[in-house]
């Protein structure tokens, strides 16, 4: 089990998002001691998926990060309040989604449940929705990215903004392996069960 928490720094709206294994006061100690603000605990969530949540909760409030603190973001009441209710939403769903992952793990037969009720049209309808908006959203996220990527050009970042960096990376090439060591290939090809989710 874990902790995620939200502090205020001081009586602004910056707020210092994290997570711990050790008790909330324990935390709230180190940063009073290593920042000259005071930390006030706004929130704690006690959860065994306190990585997942803390997760969540840093994505959904990405664009008020403070520039230059990895964990301070400027959050109103109203933005705050919005996000730990979806939090909240969302450890609930975990389990749910923990099901659902073990279903993907088995072979499905060929019937289908039938007949769809009402409410599953209307969740088809919004799924459909859902991905026509992240689609757009997609490839406004890629326009801008490439933005920057060509304003960084061959540097390793912009300003304080954002970084581009080069790392080393291993990669291995399964097509050549299968045609040079067929053996090799097939000793460590493993025949596995895969669920494809698709909306007619």
């Not at 996000?83 to 769903?93: K, T």
């Not at 659902?100 to 793990?105: F, I, N």
């Not at 039938?114 to 689609?135: C, G, S, T």
């Amino acid at each position: 089990m874990g902790f995620v928490h939200v502090f205020r720094s001081g009586n602004g709206p910056a707020h210092k998002i994290g997570k711990t294994r050790r008790a909330i006061a324990d935390r709230l100690k180190d940063y009073e001691t290593s920042n000259p603000e005071e930390f006030t605990l706004v929130h704690q969530i006690e959860t065994e998926h306190y990585t997942e949540v803390e997760t969540f909760i840093k994505r959904s409030v990405a664009s008020h990060r403070i520039l230059g603190r990895r964990e301070l973001f400027n959050l109103q009441p109203t933005i705050l309040g919005g996000v730990i209710e979806a939090a909240h939403s969302y450890l609930a769903f975990l389990p749910e989604e923990e099901e659902v992952e073990a279903l993907s793990q088995l072979p499905a037969d060929s019937a289908r449940v039938v007949p769809a009720r009402a409410e599953d049209q209307a969740v088809r309808r919004r799924l459909l929705e859902l991905d026509e908006e992240i689609a757009v959203r997609i490839y406004e996220r890629d326009r801008l990215r490439a933005g920057m990527k060509r304003a960084i050009g061959t540097a390793a970042g912009l300003g304080s903004l954002a970084t581009w960096k080069s790392f080393p990376k291993d990669k291995l090439d399964p097509a050549r392996l299968k045609e040079e060591r067929p053996e090799v290939h097939a000793e460590y090809t493993e025949k596995v069960i895969e669920r494809r989710f698709r909306l007619l």
